[in-house]
C-alpha cells in the first residue's frame, strides 16, 4: 500500500476532520475505535497482521504481538519508517501528527477515560519490547510523540491550576460581605478536578518513561536512540518545571557518548534548546560542571555536522551562563576558524567574535562606529599574531565573515590604521604585515565572494547577493583607489606588504579609475607597481605584480594604453639589460658573484612577467638558448641563472604557438616553431642529468607540458593546419622519463627516525609537493596518450608502496587509462606485477614465497583485483587475457638445478590467483583446462607425492566451491600478516545463466532473511534459495556463526530496569576517559559489524532477554544492492 493510501485509510491520514471521525466512532463503540487505531499502528510497521476483536477480548498483549510477528511475513529488512523516499518521509510526519492531533483532540474527555490511554501505553510498550525492529521502531515514535502530546497537556493542566489559584486567592481576598461562596466552592472543586486530573497524566507520562525510554534510550537502533533523545528535549523545554532535573538531565549527558552521529546531534540540539535562555540554563549548574568536559571535546568530533552544533552550543554557554568556560576551554575552540569546512569554521568564528573580538556587547554600550571597529583589528590582531595558529589571514576573515563582515569591510578604519605615523598609536611591523593580509583577505571576500581554497560555499548565491556583492566591490574601489597608492608608497620595500597590496588591485572595478576621473591615482599606482617590480626578486611579490600589470592592460579598458605604456617600458629595461649581460657571460671566462646574482634577478623577473605577457617580440628566445647549450657544454653557468632560463624558453614557444592561426598557417612560421620546440625539448632532455636538483625538475615538467601540448591532439578541432608540430617522444626519451620518476619521485624511503623527523618540517612537506607534480605531468602524458600504455608500468608497480603520499594520482590515472582500452591496461596491471616479480628473483633468488617482498607483490594484486568488481562483462576479455598471459609468464622459465624444482616463474600463480575471484564460472573451467595443458606442455614435472604449492595454490582459485574445501587442506601457501591492508577477495559474481551460481547445490541451506520468528519458537522454513552476496566470502559463512553465536549471544536487548540503571551509573562513573570516546559499543557490537547474518542470509541468535528467552537478529540489516536485487528486488512503498 502506497503511503498516500496508507495515510487515506487510517485515522489523522488525511486532515484534521479524519481524526473528529474517528473519535465520534470511538465515542459510540471505543473497543472498535481504539482497534482501528491499533490496526493503523500496526499497519504502519509494514505488518499485513490485524488484530481482531476476538484478540482484543481475550488475548494478552503478548500474545497478540506473537500472533502478529507469525503473520508479518516479512521478506525484507525495510519498513516504512526506514524508507527515506519523499512519499515515506511524509508519511513519518503524518503519523506523528496523527499521534499528537488523537491527544490533542482528546485532552478534555477521552484521555482520562482509563480505557484508551491506558490500553494504548500497553499496546506500545509491548511492541518496544519486540525482537522486530519495525515494531520497536514504530511503537517507539509512537510512544515518543504520545509522550510530548501529553507533555503539552500536562502544561496545559498547570497553567489551568495556575489560574484557578489565584482566582481562589483573589475571591478570598474580598471582604467577608463580598465573598461569593458558590465560586469559592466551584473554584475548590475546579482545583481538585485539575489535580487528579494532573495526576492522571503524570501517571501516563511515568509509564511511558519508565516503561518505554529507559528501555529504548539504549537500543542497538540508532535511529531509536535518536528518537528519544530528540524528545527528551523537547520535553525538558516545554516543561521545565517537571523535566528539567538531574534525573532526566543524565539521559542526555551519557548518550552524548554514543557512537553513531545522529545520536550524538540530537543530544547536542536538545541541549541548545535549554542553554538558549539564561532562565533555563541557570538551573543546569551541575549537569554542566558534570559534561563540560565532554562537550568541549566534542569540537573535535568527527562529524562535522556534529561539530558545528556543539560550537554553536558553546557560543550558547557562552551568552547566557556565567563564566562557565574557561580560558582553557575557549582555547579548544579557537583552532576551529582554520578548519576546512566552512560551516564549523563560521560557527567558530561566531564564537570568537563572541569572546574575544567583542567586549563592548557584555558591557551593554555603544560606542561610535569608528572607535568600536578600531578597537575590533585591534583585538583581531592580538588574535592572530599572539595566537600562532596560522599563517593564512584569508581563513580567519572567511571564518569571521557572517557574523563580523561589516567591521571587517570598513576600508576607511583599516586604511587610517595602515597609515598612522604616529609612534604611540602607530603599529608595530608584525600587527603592519597582518593588518595588510586581512585588509587584502577582506578585499577579495567581498569582491569575488568566494571562500578560500579548500572551503567551498554551502549554496549558490542569489541575484540579490550578487547585487550586493557588486555594490559592495563598487564601495571599495572608490574607498580604496585613493589610499592604495599611498599604501603602497610606505610597503613598497617590504615584499611580504606589497604582495598582498597588488592583490587589492585586481579586485576592482577597474573601470571607476575612467569613469570617477581618478587618472591621477592609476598614475600613481602604475609607477609603484614599476618599482616593485625594479626592486623585488621576491616569487610571491613578482607574481602579484605581474598579475595587477596584467589587468591594467585589459583591452577591454579604456585606459589600458597606460598599462602597455608600462609594460613595454619594463619590458625594453629587462631585455637590454638581458642581452647585455648574456653577452658578457659568453665572452667571460668567469663569473663573480654579483654578475651571477644581477643575470640570475634579471632573468626571474622576466620568466615571471612572461606567463602573463606576450614578450616575444623582444626576441629572448637566442641568448635563453645560447645560456643553456653553454651549461651543457662546460657546466659554468650556474642553476639559478638555468631555471629561469629554461622557464623564458617555455613560455616564449608557448606564446609562439598560441598566435598562430587555425588555418592557413604560413609554412616559415610551422617550420621555425617546429625547429625550436625539437632544439629546446633536446635541450631540456640533456638537462634530466644534470646535477641540480633544480634545473632536473624544471626540465622535466617543461617537457612533459611541452609534450602534452604539442602530442597528438593538437591537430584536433579544427587545427588540422597545425599537425607538422606533433611532437612524439622517442624510446630513448621515453625511457629517460621512466628512469627519472624511478631516481628522483619513487627513490627509496628514509628511515623511520628520518622519517619521522622529517615530517614535521615545511621542506618535507615543500618536497613532496614538488614530487607530486612531477608524477601528475608524467601520468598526463600516459591519460592523454603521448606515451604508450605500457609506460604506466613503472607507476602502477609502486601503488602500494607509495600510497600515502601519491595514491590518489595513481588511482586516478588508473581509472583513466581503464577507460582508454581495458585490454591494453589488463596487460599493463601484468606487466607491473611481472616486473616486480623479476626484480625480486633476480634479489633473492627463487626462494622468495616467505619473503615479505613477495607478500607485498599479492596485496598490490589484490589492490588491482578490486578494479575489476564493477562491469564483469566488459573486463571479462580483459581478466582472461590477464590469467592466460600471467601462466605463460609462470611457465616460461626453466627450474634450477636440481630434482623437482618448479619453474623460478611459478610463484607467480599465486599472485595472479588474487585474480580469480573477479572470474565467472565458466571462464574458471576454461583457464583450469588451459593451466592443465600449459603444465603437462612442460619437459619438468611436479613429484606426484611433494605438489608444488603454488600451483596447488592457483588451481584452488579455479576450482568450483564444492571442490574446494578438499583440496584447500593441501594447500601451504602463505597468508599476508593480520596487519596487511589487503583485504578478502570477494566471491565469483553470478553469472547471467542459472546454471552458473557459485552457490553449489550440495551448500547446508540457510534461512530466508526474516527477524519475525518467536521467542524460543522453531526456524521458520526456508522458501526460498539463499541469496548471493557478492560481497561476502563464502570462506566466512561457518565461522562467521561460530563468531556469532560465542561472542554476540552476550548481547541483551532488553534488560530488567534495575539491572539497566547499575549498568549506566558504572558506565558514567569512566565518562571522562578518552578510551570511552574512542569505543562507543561494546566489542561485540563490533563483532556483529564485522561478522553481520544479515549480509549471509543466516539467522543468528542475539543473546538473552529479561524474561530469560533467547531473542532473535534484529532484522535491520544494510546488505549490498546485489543482495537486494537477488533476494526480492528493490521494494516501493507500494510493497509494504
Known amino acids: 500500500m502506497s503511503p498516500s493510501a496508507r495515510s487515506r485509510s487510517v485515522p489523522g491520514g488525511g486532515s484534521p476532520t479524519v481524526v473528529d471521525d474517528w473519535l465520534e466512532t470511538y465515542k459510540q463503540d471505543r473497543e472498535t475505535g481504539f482497534l482501528e487505531l491499533v490496526n493503523f499502528i500496526v499497519r504502519s510497521c509494514g505488518c499485513r497482521g490485524v488484530v481482531t476483536l476476538k484478540m482484543f477480548r481475550h488475548l494478552q498483549n503478548s500474545e497478540i504481538i506473537q500472533q502478529l510477528t507469525e503473520k508479518f511475513e516479512e521478506d525484507s529488512a525495510e519498513y516504512p519508517l526506514s524508507l527515506g523516499t519523499q512519499p515515506w518521509r511524509r508519511f513519518r510526519a503524518a503519523f506523528c501528527e496523527l499521534v499528537a492531533a488523537v491527544v490533542r483532540r482528546c485532552q478534555y474527555s477521552v484521555v482520562y477515560d482509563e480505557f484508551l490511554m491506558d490500553a494504548l501505553i500497553s499496546l506500545l510498550t509491548g511492541l518496544s519490547d519486540s525482537q522486530v525492529r519495525a515494531f520497536r521502531?514504530?511503537?517507539?515514535?509512537?510512544?515518543?510523540?504520545?509522550?510530548?502530546?501529553?507533555?503539552?497537556?500536562?502544561?496545559?493542566?498547570?497553567?489551568?491550576?495556575?489560574?484557578?489559584?489565584?482566582?481562589?486567592?483573589?475571591?478570598?481576598?474580598?471582604?467577608?460581605?463580598?465573598?461569593?461562596?458558590?465560586?469559592?466552592?466551584?473554584?475548590?472543586?475546579?482545583?481538585?478536578?485539575?489535580?487528579?486530573?494532573?495526576?492522571?497524566?503524570?501517571?501516563?507520562?511515568?509509564?511511558?518513561?519508565?516503561?518505554?525510554?529507559?528501555?529504548r534510550y539504549r537500543d542497538v537502533v540508532p535511529e531509536i536512540r535518536a528518537i528519544c533523545m530528540e524528545e527528551l528535549g523537547t520535553w525538558m523545554k516545554s516543561y521545565t518545571a517537571s523535566f528539567l532535573t538531574d534525573g532526566y538531565l543524565k539521559y542526555i549527558g551519557w548518550t552524548l557518548h554514543d557512537k553513531q552521529r545522529e545520536v550524538r546531534l540530537q543530544c547536542v540540539k536538545a541541549l541548545q534548546g535549554l542553554y538558549c535562555h539564561r532562565d533555563t540554563a541557570a538551573h543546569m549548574e551541575l549537569f554542566t560542571s558534570r559534561f563540560k568536559t565532554?562537550?568541549?571535546?566534542?569540537?573535535?568530533?568527527?562529524?562535522?555536522?556534529?561539530?558545528?552544533?556543539?560550537?554553536?552550543?558553546?557560543?550558547?554557554?557562552?551568552?547566557?551562563?556565567?563564566?562557565?568556560?574557561?580560558?582553557?576551554?575557549?582555547?579548544?575552540?579557537?583552532?576551529?576558524?582554520?578548519?576546512?569546512?566552512?560551516?564549523?569554521?563560521?560557527?567558530?568564528?561566531?564564537?570568537?567574535?563572541?569572546?574575544?573580538?567583542?567586549?563592548?556587547?557584555?558591557?551593554?554600550?555603544?560606542?561610535?562606529?569608528?572607535?568600536?571597529?578600531?578597537?575590533?583589528?585591534?583585538?583581531?590582531?592580538?588574535?592572530?599574531?599572539?595566537?600562532?595558529?596560522?599563517?593564512?589571514?584569508?581563513?580567519?576573515?572567511?571564518?569571521?565573515?557572517?557574523?563580523?563582515?561589516?567591521?571587517?569591510?570598513?576600508?576607511?578604519?583599516?586604511?587610517?590604521?595602515?597609515?598612522?605615523?604616529?609612534?604611540?598609536?602607530?603599529?608595530?611591523?608584525?600587527?603592519?604585515k597582518a593588518l595588510v593580509e586581512i585588509l587584502a583577505a577582506s578585499v577579495v571576500q567581498a569582491a569575488k565572494g568566494q571562500p578560500p581554497v579548500g572551503r567551498s560555499l554551502a549554496k549558490k548565491p542569489s541575484a540579490r547577493e550578487r547585487k550586493a556583492q557588486a555594490e559592495e566591490r563598487t564601495r571599495l574601489t572608490h574607498c580604496l583607489i585613493p589610499a592604495l597608492p599611498q599604501l603602497l608608497a610606505k610597503f613598497s620595500a617590504d615584499a611580504e606588504k606589497a604582495a598582498p597590496l597588488l592583490e587589492v588591485l585586481r579586485c576592482f572595478d577597474l573601470s571607476i579609475y575612467c569613469t570617477g576621473r581618478l587618472e591621477k591615482h592609476l598614475e600613481l599606482v602604475l609607477g609603484q607597481l614599476q618599482e616593485v617590480v625594479e626592486k623585488h626578486t621576491g616569487q610571491a611579490v613578482l607574481e602579484a605584480a605581474s598579475r595587477a600589470l596584467h589587468a591594467l592592460c585589459n583591452p577591454e579598458l579604456a585606459l589600458h594604453g597606460r598599462g602597455d605604456l608600462v609594460r613595454s617600458r619594463l619590458a625594453d629595461q629587462l631585455a637590454d639589460k638581458f642581452h647585455q649581460e648574456v653577452t658578457e657571460l659568453l665572452q667571460a671566462s668567469s663569473l663573480d658573484e654579483e654578475e651571477v646574482y644581477s643575470m640570475a634577478a634579471t632573468l626571474k623577473r622576466i620568466s615571471i612577467l612572461f606567463n602573463a605577457h606576450d614578450l616575444t617580440p623582444w626576441q629572448l628566445f637566442e641568448p635563453c638558448t645560447q645560456l643553456l647549450q653553454r651549461a651543457l657544454d662546460t657546466g659554468e653557468v650556474p642553476p639559478q641563472v638555468l631555471v629561469p632560463a629554461i622557464t623564458c624558453l617555455n613560455f616564449h614557444i608557448l606564446w609562439e604557438l598560441s598566435r598562430l592561426p587555425s588555418t592557413d598557417v604560413p609554412q616559415e612560421q610551422l617550420q621555425s616553431l617546429k625547429t625550436r620546440v625539437t632544439s629546446f625539448c633536446s635541450l631540456c632532455q640533456s638537462c634530466l642529468s644534470d646535477a641540480d636538483a633544480g634545473v632536473r625538475e624544471q626540465a622535466f615538467m617543461v617537457l612533459s607540458d611541452l609534450l602534452l601540448v604539442f602530442g597528438p591532439q593538437l591537430p584536433r578541432d579544427g587545427r588540422e593546419a597545425l599537425a607538422p608540430l606533433v611532437l612524439l617522444p622517442d624510446a630513448g626519451l621515453q625511457s629517460q622519463l621512466a628512469a627519472f620518476l624511478m631516481d628522483h619521485v619513487f627513490h627509496h624511503a628514509c628511515s623511520h627516525e628520518e622519517l619521522s623527523a622529517m615530517e614535521d618540517s615545511e621542506n618535507h612537506i615543500e618536497e613532496l609537493h614538488q614530487r607530486r607534480v612531477l608524477l601528475a605531468g608524467f601520468c598526463k602524458l600516459i591519460i592523454y596518450d603521448v606515451l604508450e600504455l605500457s609506460a604506466a608500468s613503472d607507476v602502477f608497480k609502486h601503488y602500494a608502496k607509495f600510497y600515502s603520499d601519491y595514491g590518489d594520482i595513481i588511482k586516478e590515472t588508473l581509472n583513466c587509462t581503464r577507460q582508454i582500452n581495458r585490454q591494453e591496461w589488463a596487460r599493463t596491471l601484468l606487466l607491473s606485477l611481472q616486473q616486480l616479480m623479476t626484480e625480486l628473483l633476480l634479489q633473492q633468488g627463487p626462494e622468495i614465497r616467505a619473503a615479505e617482498a613477495f607478500l607485498e607483490i599479492r596485496d598490490l594484486a589484490r589492490r588491482f583485483s578490486l578494479l575489476f568488481s564493477l562491469q564483469q562483462l566488459r573486463n571479462r576479455p580483459a581478466l582472461l587475457s590477464m590469467h592466460k598471459e600471467g601462466i605463460q609468464f609462470a611457465f616460461q622459465e626453466p627450474p634450477g638445478p636440481g630434482p623437482g624444482l618448479p619453474p623460478l616463474n611459478l610463484p607467480f600463480l599465486e599472485v595472479l590467483s588474487e585474480f580469480s575471484p573477479r572470474l565467472l564460472r565458466p571462464d574458471k573451467a576454461l583457464l583450469l583446462a588451459y593451466l592443465e595443458k600449459m603444465y603437462q606442455e612442460q619437459r619438468w614435472l611436479a613429484p606426484q607425492d611433494v605438489p608444488w604449492p603454488s600451483l596447488v595454490t592457483y588451481r584452488n582459485s579455479l576450482q568450483p566451491q564444492e571442490e574446494r574445501g578438499s583440496v584447500n587442506s593441501r594447500s601451504t601457501a602463505p597468508r599476508p600478516p593480520p596487519g596487511s591492508a589487503a583485504k578478502r577477495p570477494r566471491i565469483d559474481a553470478p553469472s547471467e545463466h542459472p546454471d552458473s551460481s557459485p552457490w553449489p547445490s550440495s551448500r547446508l541451506p540457510s534461512p530466508a532473511l526474516t527477524s519475525t520468528v518467536l521467542r524460543g519458537g522453531p526456524r521458520p522454513p526456508l522458501t526460498r534459495p539463499p541469496a548471493q552476496d557478492p560481497g561476502s566470502d563464502p570462506g566466512l559463512l561457518q565461522s562467521s556463526l561460530s563468531h556469532r553465536r560465542s561472542g554476540v549471544n552476550r548481547l541483551s536487548l532488553m534488560v530488567e530496569e534495575e539491572e539497566e540503571e547499575m549498568t549506566i551509573e558504572e558506565e558514567s562513573s569512566e565518562e571522562d576517559s578518552p578510551e570511552q570516546d574512542r569505543t562507543l559499543l561494546a566489542p561485540e557490537d563490533q563483532l556483529r559489524d564485522l561478522f553481520d547474518s544479515t549480509i549471509l542470509g543466516i539467522e543468528v541468535s542475539r543473546g538473552w532477554n529479561a524474561q530469560g528467552r533467547r531473542e532473535k537478529r534484529d532484522p535491520k540489516g544494510e546488505p549490498s544492492p546485489p543482495f537486494w536485487g537477488s533476494l526480492a528486488g528493490p521494494l516501493s512503498p507500494q510493497d509494504i
Not at 174 to 190: F, H, M, S
Not at 315 to 322: A, C, P, Q, S
Not at 380 to 385: E, G, K, Q, S, T
Open 137 to 215: 521502531h514504530t511503537s517507539t515514535l509512537a510512544a515518543m510523540k504520545l509522550m510530548t502530546a501529553l507533555v503539552n497537556v500536562a502544561l496545559g493542566v498547570s497553567l489551568h491550576q495556575e489560574n484557578n489559584q489565584r482566582q481562589y486567592e483573589a475571591e478570598r481576598s474580598k471582604g467577608p460581605g463580598r465573598q461569593a461562596t458558590d465560586k469559592l466552592e466551584a473554584l475548590l472543586e475546579k482545583r481538585r478536578e485539575l489535580q487528579e486530573q494532573q495526576e492522571e497524566i503524570e501517571n501516563m507520562m511515568n509509564a511511558i518513561f519508565k516503561g518505554i525510554f529507559v528501555h
Open 294 to 432: 565532554r562537550m568541549v571535546s566534542m569540537v573535535l568530533d568527527k562529524e562535522p555536522d556534529v561539530a558545528v552544533e556543539v560550537v554553536k552550543l558553546l557560543t550558547l554557554m557562552l551568552e547566557n551562563t556565567e563564566e562557565v568556560l574557561t580560558e582553557e576551554d575557549c582555547q579548544s575552540v579557537y583552532p576551529v576558524v582554520y578548519v576546512s569546512s566552512r560551516a564549523l569554521a563560521s560557527a567558530a568564528g561566531l564564537f570568537l567574535y563572541r569572546r574575544l573580538l567583542d567586549p563592548q556587547r557584555e558591557a551593554g554600550r555603544e560606542p561610535s562606529r569608528n572607535g568600536d571597529n578600531r578597537t575590533f583589528f585591534q583585538l583581531l590582531l592580538v588574535f592572530f599574531i599572539e595566537s600562532e595558529l596560522h599563517e593564512h589571514a584569508a581563513y580567519l576573515v572567511d571564518s569571521l565573515w557572517d557574523c563580523a563582515g561589516p567591521r571587517l569591510r570598513d576600508w576607511e578604519t583599516i586604511s587610517a590604521l595602515l597609515l598612522e605615523e604616529s609612534p604611540t598609536k602607530g603599529l608595530a611591523d608584525r600587527q603592519e
